[in-house]
């Protein structure tokens, strides 16, 4: 089974500050990594994902992610938030075979102050 | 393209009704199905998953009951709606990765 553990409820930061959203995991299996962003009243759009490869993976919005197997993270980064990024930030993990359940984090909300 | 339908958007049922809440998915077949909950401040909270139709798997003992009578429909029910109920539901469909729906407001009073 796999666990998420996102670290942070609330971070708050200025505008065009570098952030970093914590998200550990513990798994017995290989994993595939997640992050999705949600929007008041709204679904989660996924961010972006680790599946294999490259471990550093990137958005198209500017966020990045680094898959560390050794520390079992998969923290959150931006070099320079905007007042846009204001959202909850939710970190998810899924065993890379033989399971269709993914496991999410309690999730982080990110407000970017002016 | 695929896309995901969720509704209503936003429900408000007394204690004790009954409920119903549908979801389905375009361009795309035999995905799997999930229905989540969204408590305030908790995170996501797996209740059911199909990986076809008429096949569910519960997550959670509770008065709620899922469906898939299609293969691109997943329907959530409670024959008696109790306050915990009260929350955000949202769908979602993976082929590889996981999509949401946009999620159904309910409350109940």
């Known amino acids: 089974a796999q666990s998420v553990t996102q670290l942070d409820s609330q971070v708050p930061v200025f505008e065009e500050a570098p952030v970093e959203l914590r998200c550990n995991y513990s798994s017995s299996v290989s994993v595939y990594l997640f992050w999705y962003v949600q929007y008041p009243n709204q679904g989660l759009q996924l961010l972006l994902k680790?599946?294999?490869?490259?471990?550093l993976v990137e958005s198209i919005n500017g966020f990045e992610a680094e898959f560390n197997k050794s520390q079992t993270s998969f923290h959150l980064r931006k070099p320079s938030v905007h007042i846009s990024d204001t959202a909850e930030y939710f970190c998810a993990v899924r065993g890379a075979s033989g399971t269709y359940k993914y496991i999410f984090g309690t999730g982080t909300r990110l407000k970017v102050l002016a | 393209s695929q896309t995901i339908h969720q509704w209503p958007a936003t429900l408000v049922q007394p204690v004790g009704s009954p409920l119903s809440l549908e979801c389905t998915v375009e361009?795309?077949?035999?995905?799997?199905l999930y229905w989540y909950r969204q408590a305030a401040g908790r995170g996501l909270q797996l209740l059911f998953y199909s990986v076809g139709i008429g096949q569910i798997s519960s997550e959670v003992p509770q008065n709620l009951s899922a469906s898939r009578p299609q293969d691109r429909q997943f329907i959530l029910s409670s024959k008696k709606l109790l306050l915990s109920d009260s929350g955000f539901y949202l769908c979602?469909?993976?082929?590889?990765?996981?999509?949401f729906g946009p999620g159904t407001r309910l409350t109940v009073t």
């Open positions: 361009g795309t077949s035999n995905p799997n």
């Open positions: 979602a469909w993976t082929k590889g990765e996981q999509y």
């Open positions: 680790y599946l294999s490869g490259s471990t």
